[in-house]
């Protein structure tokens, strides 16, 4: 008895300074989002503004502009490096990314739809993409159970390329058919944070609410799903309950997450790529990991996507596949298959 | 030992005279159908040159460029495909799945919207396509072109590639990000002329030179050793059905733009007709070219006047049964 507290105490003392560190890096991250841009607000100007000098055109940059994308940029890094985690952790997978398996494109392709057909209100676009993300979800999870697919990562993960495929394929589609709804939907499935009104963050606060408390009920019982589905029973877990939480939460995450910032691929791999390295394979750290990191990489590529083709930007889903696909690369040219 | 006579292949004949078929009447049908309407019979007279002026420009000139382009297109791709999966004794393992065509794209986009280099397009796309392939066989080691891992490595290709061509659409002038456009979604609009002539001789040469190596593609399904055995120099034929390989999906797309899932199911189709136990060459490249003219056909009239792009229908037609084949619970060999 005495051996496990020392150990849980073991845990929280290397667990708390790695979230300093890792909280330390995100503030650097949203300072340098607050003061770099793609703009002639040179950095220099936007401290002197937040530092209190009167400067009319940096204030209505930074607090019009760059501030709503800070926002977002973190709380879609928050959501989307949660909901990577969890699935992973759910299907042994080390690849299952909600981008990848074509969650997001299951809720990029709701959106389009229900853009088409009339849906402008920013609710409506957050209730759809919630439940496109939920049938994502549940047909990743449904393919999971079929025989040998769910031992096979590299099988799912093509799987879910295939469906990501169809699914933009389809979207390309529906703006052939109307070209007002095309320009918004095209907009909008580029996946980036900027020009996004700080409205739709309002709308989606309540669904990433629900999932956190999801996953804090989900956090334990997951650990202990990883020692395998029988030690989980035995251990008075109920696998079904689990797993059923756990596809809720994802679908909350990923659809709250495209219904801000669009589909992003790749950062639901990265985040609890860099999260396991640092804290172990223990689920529930990797997990409060995620919490500063997901923001950081986002933000990061944010901030990237802004100064790299200057005074143009880059779309922000282009910068996380260049940094995601490269991770993908490593995953699978790793030795072994790291396993969860 | 008896030498076992090979039985003239009736099968096969049957199969690739029933695919070619096909082919003829596909693309009568996409030679009559369009805007304006022309009957099958005076299609035909039009080809032979013995039609109304009016209607042997409207086939002639306007049609016959694009129809011809997107079976060669087709049967390039089909090729590729069916010659990738035999090399790497994987069905899966074809162009459009492992980001050949999507780095072939890429380099074909620098070429049209002028980053640097101002080659021509076939010759930027096959820089393109050669790139990703050694990318993907250096990137799976030695014993990865069986399994998964090699495919898995194309995916990760395929995505940078993708956003590179996003990157450079994105920093363009608005009118060279339209030019390039129909490459990025797969479609017939785009091509010009010369990349068309430069695809017809490459796929002439291609299925000359793989007709000539047929025996030796065949000895790759055994086991290396037996191969060897049979007297098949293994590393020249696998270079040089790679090379090929790569030069068919790189002048194909510089036509027609990644539509590759063209290479998975021909291949597929043709497998499943034609006799065990051969490679299905021609049959492929038969059913490639019905397939892109079919998929073309479908995307000019199915929303007239709107146009889908060729590589939007394939898409849809071909994800799902790749889906299939991905999901079934105990999978036909795979590697």
């Keep these: ?340 | 030992m008896n030498r076992i006579i090979p039985l003239p292949d009736k099968r096969n004949a049957l199969v690739n005279s029933l695919l070619l078929a096909l082919l003829m009447i596909s693309t009568l049908t996409s030679l009559s159908t369009g805007t304006v309407q022309v009957s099958l019979a005076d299609t035909l007279a039009a080809l032979l040159g013995q039609a109304d002026p009016m209607t042997d420009f409207v086939i002639n000139e306007l049609r016959l460029n694009r129809v011809v382009a997107g079976l060669l297109c087709g049967a390039a791709l089909a090729l590729a495909g069916c010659l990738m999966q035999t090399l790497a004794r994987n069905r899966l393992a074809t162009p459009g799945i492992i980001g050949i065509d999507n780095a072939a794209t890429a380099f074909a986009v620098a070429s049209v919207v002028g980053i640097g280099l101002s080659l021509a397009p076939s010759a930027m796309a096959l820089a393109g396509a050669a790139t990703a392939t050694a990318l993907a066989f250096g990137l799976a080691g030695a014993k990865g072109t069986r399994g998964y891992r090699f495919i898995v490595a194309g995916i990760g290709i395929g995505a940078i590639a993708a956003a590179i061509t996003q990157v450079m659409l994105s920093r363009v002038a608005i009118d060279d990000a339209n030019a390039a456009y129909p490459w990025t979604v797969g479609s017939l609009n785009a091509r010009n002329p010369e990349s068309v002539k430069v695809l017809a001789a490459g796929l002439a040469l291609g299925y000359l030179v793989l007709m000539a190596i047929t025996r030796a593609l065949n000895t790759l399904q055994f086991a290396d050793a037996v191969a060897i055995a049979l007297g098949t120099r293994l590393k020249a034929t696998r270079i040089l059905g790679l090379g090929l390989s790569v030069l068919l999906t790189g002048l194909a797309v510089s036509v027609c733009g990644p539509v590759g899932l063209v290479s998975l199911l021909a291949p597929e189709l043709a497998r499943a007709l034609s006799r065990p136990g051969k490679i299905p060459l021609t049959a492929s490249a038969l059913a490639g070219a019905s397939f892109l003219v079919v998929a073309d056909l479908l995307g000019r009239s199915l929303f007239s006047p709107l146009e889908v792009p060729a590589g939007i229908i394939s898409a849809i037609v071909g994800s799902p049964y790749l889906l299939w084949i991905l999901l079934r619970p105990t999978p036909r060999s795979l590697t």
């Design chain 1, 1 to 340: 008895m005495n051996a496990l507290s020392a150990n849980r105490v073991l845990a929280s003392r290397e667990l708390l300074p790695q979230l300093l560190v890792a909280g330390i890096f995100l503030l650097l991250v949203i300072l340098a989002s607050l003061l770099l841009g793609a703009g002639p607000i040179s950095a220099h100007v936007s401290l002197e503004t937040l530092t209190g000098s009167t400067h009319p055109d940096a204030w209505f940059v930074i607090s019009e502009l760059r501030f709503p994308r800070t926002v977002i940029a973190v709380v879609t890094g928050l959501a989307l490096g949660l909901a990577g985690a969890l699935l992973q952790s759910m299907t042994r997978n080390p690849l299952a990314e909600p981008g990848l398996l074509g969650v997001s494109a299951g809720s990029g392709f709701a959106v389009a739809l229900a853009i088409l057909l009339g849906a402008s209100t920013a609710t409506l676009t957050t209730v759809v993409a919630q439940l496109g993300a939920l049938a994502g979800c549940g047909l990743v999870i449904a393919a999971t159970r079929v025989q040998g697919l769910g031992n096979d990562p590299v099988r799912l993960v093509l799987a879910g390329a295939t469906l990501s495929g169809l699914l933009l394929a389809l979207t390309s589609m529906l703006m052939l058919i109307d070209q007002r709804a095309a320009d918004e939907i095209r907009f909008w499935i580029t996946g980036s944070v900027a020009g996004k009104p700080l409205a739709v963050l309002a709308t989606t606060l309540p669904f990433i609410g629900m999932a956190l408390m999801l996953v804090l009920a989900v956090a334990k019982p997951l650990a202990a799903m990883s020692l395998g589905e029988k030690a989980a029973v035995g251990l008075g877990h109920h696998p079904g309950r689990i797993r059923l939480m756990v596809t809720l939460a994802v679908a909350l995450l990923v659809g709250s997450a495209t219904a801000l910032a669009g589909p992003l691929i790749f950062v639901g791999l990265v985040v609890p790529f860099i999260t396991r390295a640092i804290a172990g394979p223990d689920i529930r750290r990797t997990l409060w990991l995620c919490l500063p990191v997901g923001p950081a990489v986002v933000l990061g590529a944010d901030v990237v996507s802004r100064l790299v083709a200057a005074p143009a930007e880059m779309p922000l889903g282009v910068v996380t596949a260049l940094i995601g696909a490269p991770v993908l690369l490593a995953i699978v040219r790793a030795g072994r298959m790291p396993s969860l």
